[in-house]
């Protein structure tokens, strides 16, 4: 007899990386790598200039009549073959995937064009003719809830769509008793996770069936396959929602292609062809989906030592124009994790959900946790500070205590497993926090800037899909019915040779579904890793899938993947039966390993897995009595504990809650504003770890995505609603240059509540990184008023003075009075022309002479004798757009004096102002005097003074100066600075 000491399991080790092979040779099978029909157009979409605006025409005649189009569609011509989308509450609006009667933000989509190409899609758009009435906007949430605030939806009447109280325990006693009240208020900016691969949409219709088919890299939930059925009005089974095999990144954001799924597939019905969408990067920054942006002003009643007996929050979430499903997803994910990692009996909470000239908001990495941890871990270093207490002692003595596992917070969460106190002292051990604090005395002691920042975070995963139903009161939720659970979906099939293959309901955007999956049941079945194959396609049509279904809260490892240790577990106890009758044992004595089944106490005693697994393909008569199929097994799972909101608004919104503790060291150049990170130490508790190597490598993706949104990236907004930061020149990223290693350490508490023990991992740092990063900065400059993104420009304007204002004398020049976010400009100048002030004047009047000296025309058409029209495309550096120009004279003294005003209207923002030209006799021809005032909107006036005052300047001022330069055939002299023209045509993308 053999001694048998068990075979080494594969999970918990950093094995190959099953995708890794195809990928890393470009083999990856992307949306856009998809074969498609010969006849397949392409779509592209017409987007809002302005963030607040009345449509009042829209002439699409020219676009129709365009070659290569197939069809040109408005909001109107969508909404009567749809229905609007679901509102994430209940309110009297309507939420359309296309603009209708106004538009609510800059990019949302006015009109579409299916073309034969890409390429002629965006020419016929070009033909399109939109006439809007601006409307004043709102971009501050906080402004947005006033009396007299701009109403983004009349039906509402309001922007404030949705508000709720909840109270657990007593606060109200326990601030009473308190020692100690401190507060803090905090501004979360928006930001997003800019995957390398953007949305993409491919759509057939088939009329015949009254059916769609849709092939899109949405990542889940698919509690939005009924909000997109419902939307193109057929039944579920008719909205086929199919995924590619690979998508390039999401972290959340894929969630939010939704309603470009329903314009693209009723895109497909009208042009009668298959069509296919791409976004290009420009529309993802400006119109795909954002977190949300959070007003949190947060009170804790604290007694002399810093125990933390009470919590009043009162928490602003603006949702941007429309409140998508699942929003508010984002405010309410963490109700049940209002206290983070501390043990807080008494919490009061204020919430309210208001709309902006905003793009609307979705799902993003870690979704509801930044938002949460930055204010409240500020605030537990506020308390230290006026306290005068050790920070870490602080947020040991709030910390749930070792031996309270399972705990149950005050707003309903149950806490599965963990040891917090134990991981932080591993952490600050192992992590050389002593050290660290060390070096920044030394620092301290030479006049330099250098903090130390903390934070304790509690990292929830799969999410309880009833949690966002805690938005309803409790008797609106008693009528709805109860909705809870997270359900998982996974099927192990064995064919007649013995392989084995795994399908889950689950999307990956690159965690590496197929290597644990492959781990989990290669494992369970004792075979090796090759012998097992994973396939991650999404096909609703076919597959086995819930509306809880898709790739996100963390889900895959607690969940997803136990969910296929069951169904293997299942095949595996049938089999076991099976072979035990060829073995002549029982069932509980065989085991598997290396591709055998054999007989526990006699190894030697085996058969191979393939002969016991093809029995039922081979001889089904031969199975054992009461023993069912070995061929195929789908098992769908949810956990008792996640339980629907309680009648006192209790909710355990998340399954799993790992530990995050994590510290920093930074020093700031006092010259300069520049942080750098000196060391980070992140501990995690993820319970049972299934792959080391990928853990790791969530930790460094969640931590150089929350390096961005500490330091660098920000979704920023105009006064007017323009949006600033629409190219990657401007939404900054940090590269692998800007963001330091890591030390990672980890502390297992296996969860008792999933099938491997595993929580999830992906989250965390986006949850803590940001906040602990601020930390150290206030450590380092002892400011309390922080706001993200801490760039340079920020924090240099917190340790140095205000910059004094200019010493150069102002231009007597009253400028033209500017509208909300717009920036005003003014300027004069002359040039003498060796033309007669006849001929001048009548080059005024004729439509090629104002074609050849507005900036950027193509076409100039004639009105009137005095207005004309223009199309011309100007740029902001690399990014150019088309602007329709509306040209008057006024004011006409023939041949001395004459007004031109006009506007412009475009992608890139709008431009408006007014210039009195002056023509003088002289002895060798013509004075032409030019004085100009202009206010200029959107992109162009965020960056108006780096780029010598902006594109306003070269459509007025330039316009005057290439008069003056047409006139005289090349002959004036300008008493413009030389090559000033010439940088301004460089600077804007444009030939000098």
Sequence with gaps: MNEQTGPKSLVGQSVERVEDASLLKGRGRFIDDLPTR????????????????????IDTDKAKAHPGVYAVLTGEEVANLTNSLVVGVKADVECWPMARDRVRYVGEPVVLVVAESRYVAEDALDLVEVTYETLPPVIDPRAAL?????????????????????????????FAAAAHRIAITTAYPRNSCTPIETYGVIAEYDPGEDAYDVTANFQGPFSIHAVLSRALKVPGNRMRLRTPPDSGGSFGVKQGVFPYVVLVAIAARVADR??????????????SVSATNRMTTLEAAVESDGRITALSWDQIEDCGAHLRAPEPATLYRMHGNMTGAYAIDNVAIRNRVVLTNKTPTGLNRGFGGPQIYFPLERLVHKIADELRLDRLDVIRKNLVPGNAFPYRTATGALLDSGDYEAALDRAVTEGGLGE????????????????????????????????????????????????????????????????????????????????????????????PLSAVRVNTELDT??????????????RFAPAVAGTAKLAADRLRG???????????????QVEFADGKVFDRGNPDNSVSFARVAAASHWAPGTLPEGTDQTIRETVFWTPDELAAPTPQDEINSSLCHGFIFDFCGVEIDRDTGMVRIDRYVTMHDCGTILHPGMVD????????????????????????????????????????????????????SPSPFTPLGAKGVGEGNCMSTPVCIANAIADATSVEDLTLPLSPSKISALIHAEEKPSARPKRDVKPIKARPGE???????????????????????????????????????????????????????????LYRADITLSDMVEPEAVTLSGGTEGALGSGRGQGRITLTKTETGTRVSYRYEAGIGGKVASVGGRLLDGAARVVIGQFFQSLARYAGRGQAAATVSPGILTRLRSLLGRRA
């Design 146 to 174: 006033l009396d007299d605030a701009p109403v983004l939806h009349p039906s509402l009447g309001t922007n404030l769509i949705n508000e709720r109280a909840f109270r657990y325990g007593d606060p109200e006693a326990a």
């Design 541 to 554: 049509n076919r597959d086995a899938w819930s509306i809880a279904s898709g790739n996100y809260a963390s």
């Design 436 to 527: 660290l604090i060390t070096r920044r005395d030394a620092v301290r002691a030479e006049g330099r800037l250098y903090g130390i920042g903390f934070t304790a975070a509690v990292e929830p995963s799969v999410s309880n899909m009833g949690y966002i139903t805690t938005v309803l009161t409790p008797e609106a939720r008693a009528k709805a019915g109860p909705k809870n659970g997270a359900q998982a979906v996974a099927t192990v099939g064995i064919d007649p040779l013995g392989s084995v293959t795994v399908k889950v309901a689950s999307v990956p955007q690159g965690q590496g579904h197929r290597t644990v999956l492959a781990q989990v049941v290669a494992d369970r079945l004792g075979l």
């Design 38 to 57: 010969r006849d397949t157009a392409h779509t592209a979409f017409l987007r809002s200039p302005h963030a607040h605006a009345e449509i009042r025409a």
């Design 823 to 881: 920036r005003a400009l003014s300027g004069e100048g002359s040039a003498e022309v060796s033309a007669s002030r006849e001929e001048i004047w009548a080059m005024l009047l004729d439509p090629r002479t104002l074609e050849a000296i507005i900036p950027g025309a193509h076409k100039v058409e004639k009105i009137s004798d005095t207005q004309f029209r223009a199309d011309v495309t100007l740029g902001v550096g690399p990014v150019k757009g």
């Design 697 to 748: 490598g969530q930790v460094r993706g969640g931590f150089a995505q929350a390096l961005g949104a500490a330091l660098y990236e920000e979704y920023a907004y105009g006064a007017d609603g323009a949006f600033l930061t629409g190219t990657l020149a401007d939404y900054l990223i940090p590269t692998v240059m800007e963001t330091p290693e890591p030390v990672i350490l980890h502390f297992e």
């Design 574 to 588: 049938r089999l076991a039966t099976i072979a035990a009758v060829q073995l002549n044992v029982t069932a509980d």
């Design 274 to 287: 298959p069509v296919k969408w791409i976004e290009d990067r420009l529309e993802h920054l400006t119109a």
